[in-house]
């Protein structure tokens, strides 16, 4: 089944920090998965990259991943 076309969309800046302006708790911290949620990884940065992306960065030697699922779901 092919991806649905929101999946790789993307999202502008304004759009990622009106979407992260909805969360009651301002406090928590963001962080990036790249399997839906199964893992994450902290930011340590965000740049710019070719003048056309804000890139969010984990800049750890050794990233630390946290587990959110068991894969028994």
């Known amino acids: 089944m092919a991806n649905p076309e929101w999946t790789s969309r993307?999202?502008?800046v304004a759009q990622l920090i009106s979407e992260?302006?909805?969360f009651e708790n301002?406090?928590?911290e963001v962080r990036i998965s790249?399997?839906?949620g199964d893992t994450s990884f902290p930011?340590?940065?965000v740049a710019k990259?070719?003048?056309k992306y804000a890139v969010l960065k984990n800049c750890q030697e050794t990233p630390t991943p946290?587990?959110?699922r068991d894969g028994h779901e």
């Open 34 to 36: 790249l399997n839906q």
């Open 26 to 28: 301002q406090d928590l």
């Open 49 to 51: 990259v070719d003048g």
């Open 10 to 12: 993307g999202k502008t």
């Open 43 to 45: 930011i340590s940065l």
């Open 20 to 22: 992260l302006r909805t």
């Open 66 to 68: 946290i587990q959110h």
